[in-house]
């Protein structure tokens, strides 16, 4: 019986290590009678497009490799052709982010983010307002960066201060003569830790229980600013160019560019920004009162050395030429994308010929240039007589370290399932499967939409659902006659407040490595974070984004598609 029982245990952990080749196998001969029985267009894009959300959620295979699928099922099936599922994978937002990364990789580069960062925690100071100048200055990064990218750079900092926080805690309890010396000796180099010492990190390293409040508050704000950066701008996450590629499936519409976006998730970003420090704060440090209520001893001292920490790594910044360079460059390409298309005066595209350029237009040229422009002064003497007085300002091998391929894919895959639900009908088809719903008002709607997404994302990764949603939630506008921004806006920006479990999001993985939160810290942290998100979306969307979207009217660009996607 032993062995038996010895052999089934090993059966199911052989069986259990294979579980992502199984379901890769079984989903598609399981789905496989739904277009062997109904051989309709409909029918064969709705066997693709569940095959692949499988895939997706599941993470059974790779996100890029999964947004491959339609490039084959498609032809494969007569839904569309090879050539023009091929022409759906490269899209003008592909042209952006390409531009965006080439700045991003001289920011990085040249450690110009590193220098805001340093910067702006100088001005704020010390507790409460270090947690407050953190998550600034991480929002800041996150709205022109990825978000993953920007808790990388950030975390390290933060946690080279809790780390001097934490011993100057521990040389408080020893005697003053004995210990006047450690915090130099005891300081710690700025870098991603190992993530196996997570493990071995125990509530008795830290001096007293604040001190260990003080390091979740702070770790657990970087992730979620860094989440609500990435909102404001149209570039400042891969769902935010999710979005905008599915919108220009509209292409009358001409209402969502990056000033009019920006408008609209700036004071969404603010809101969210203050509410989320305040309920961090009170979550673990308190009411601001208990907070500010430490001896005058201890606090002068913390406050001298974390100070003192953070100006020895702002004076070890290399030159300043590069990134006056890159900042110009910063400056000029947000310039541009705001005067392109303002909306209440002309844009400077009102000199050309309408319709040829857009903000990739920008976005390109600029990171171009970059490879062009010498990281040297001109004509400045250098003692490195090895090295290339002209070198750019980023290599093809800085661009490639940061370029997400696999993003660019996955959100080509989304644009070939959403073409193929437009030419097969299945959009059409799925939109009157929701007619009941046509009884509910616009918010409740987009409440339900918002709800639901926010709790999928938990689960599944950020692209991947909003990628399934978004042709549903369009088909769903254009059928009960609601703008689709009304739902399409709020959905994208939701899906984004997946901060409840470290798998919800890199970031939230990041800050977990680090050791200084548990779970159950980030549940119910990450719980408020998601209702506050939710409200908010949605005061905006019922309030300023009413008259900047005209949203209480069904509109002709959303009239015209769906009658054509009737036909």
Not at 50 to 72: K, R
Not at 470 to 491: G, Q, V
Request: with cysteine; glycine share 6%.
């Amino acid at each position: 019986m032993r062995l038996e029982a010895a052999a089934r245990m090993d059966l199911f952990r052989k069986l259990w290590k294979a579980r992502k080749l199984i379901l890769v196998v079984f989903i598609p001969l399981s789905l496989l009678p739904l277009p062997l029985i109904h051989p309709t267009s409909e029918a064969c894009c709705a066997y693709v497009l569940m095959v692949t959300a499988v895939y997706w959620v599941s993470e059974a295979v790779p996100l890029g490799a999964a947004a491959l699928v339609p490039a084959f099922l498609y032809p494969l099936f007569g839904v569309l052709k090879s050539s023009e599922v091929a022409a759906e994978y490269c899209k003008d937002t592909t042209l952006l982010l390409m531009g965006v990364i080439c700045l991003a990789a001289s920011i990085e580069k040249w450690n110009l983010h590193k220098r805001i960062a340093l910067r702006m925690v100088m001005i704020a100071g010390a507790k409460p307002g270090l947690v407050l100048g953190f998550m600034c200055c991480t929002v800041f990064l996150s709205m022109w960066l990825s978000n993953t990218s920007t808790t990388a750079m950030v975390m390290p900092i933060a946690e080279a201060v809790l780390q001097q926080l934490i011993c100057t805690g521990l040389a408080d309890s020893h005697d003053d003569s004995e210990t006047g010396e450690a915090p130099e000796e005891d300081s710690v180099a700025i870098e991603i830790p190992n993530v196996k010492r997570v493990k071995m990190r125990r509530d008795s390293q830290y001096p007293t229980k604040r001190d260990h409040m003080i390091c979740k508050c702070l770790s657990l704000s970087i992730t979620y600013a860094a989440t609500i950066g990435g909102l404001i701008t149209i570039t400042g996450t891969s769902t935010n160019l999710i979005f905008a590629e599915q919108f220009n499936r509209y292409p009358d519409a001409k209402v969502i560019n990056f000033g009019t976006w920006f408008i609209f998730s700036f004071p969404i970003a603010i809101i969210m920004l203050v509410l989320t420090w305040l309920w961090l704060h009170f979550l673990f440090l308190g009411c601001f009162r208990e907070t500010c209520s430490l001896s005058k001893k201890r606090k002068t001292r913390r406050e001298m050395l974390s100070e003192r920490r953070i100006h020895e790594e702002y004076a070890k910044l290399g030159p300043i030429y590069p990134e006056v360079v890159t900042g110009v460059f910063f400056i000029l390409m947000t310039l541009l994308w705001f005067t392109r298309e303002p909306g209440f005066v002309p844009g400077w595209t009102s000199l050309f010929e309408k319709g040829y350029r857009t903000d990739a237009t920008v976005s390109v040229l600029l990171g171009f240039l970059l490879f062009l422009i010498p990281a040297r002064r001109p004509f400045s003497s250098s003692d490195d007589s090895e090295s290339d007085p002209l070198a750019p300002m980023i290599t093809w091998k800085d661009f490639q370290r940061l370029m997400p391929w696999e993003i660019v894919i996955l959100v080509g895959g989304g644009y070939a399932l959403a073409a193929g639900c437009k030419v097969s009908g299945l959009s059409v088809w799925i939109g009157r499967q929701l007619e009941p719903m046509s009884g509910l008002p616009p918010w409740a709607v987009t409440l339900l939409a918002c709800l639901l997404v926010s709790a999928v994302t938990e689960f599944a990764s950020n692209p991947a659902t909003l990628t399934v949603f978004l042709p549903i939630l369009s088909a769903l506008s254009e059928t009960l006659h609601i703008n689709p921004l009304h739902t399409l806006i709020p959905s994208t920006m939701c899906v984004s407040f997946g901060v409840m479990l470290p798998v919800g999001n890199p970031p939230n993985a990041i800050v977990f490595s680090y050791g200084h939160v548990q779970i159950s810290d980030m549940v119910k942290a990450g719980f408020g974070v998601n209702l506050i998100g939710v409200a908010v979306v949605m005061l905006a969307i019922t309030t300023w984004g009413v008259p900047l979207f005209n949203l209480t009217e069904f509109p002709a660009w959303a009239m015209a598609r769906n009658v054509t996607g009737s036909l």
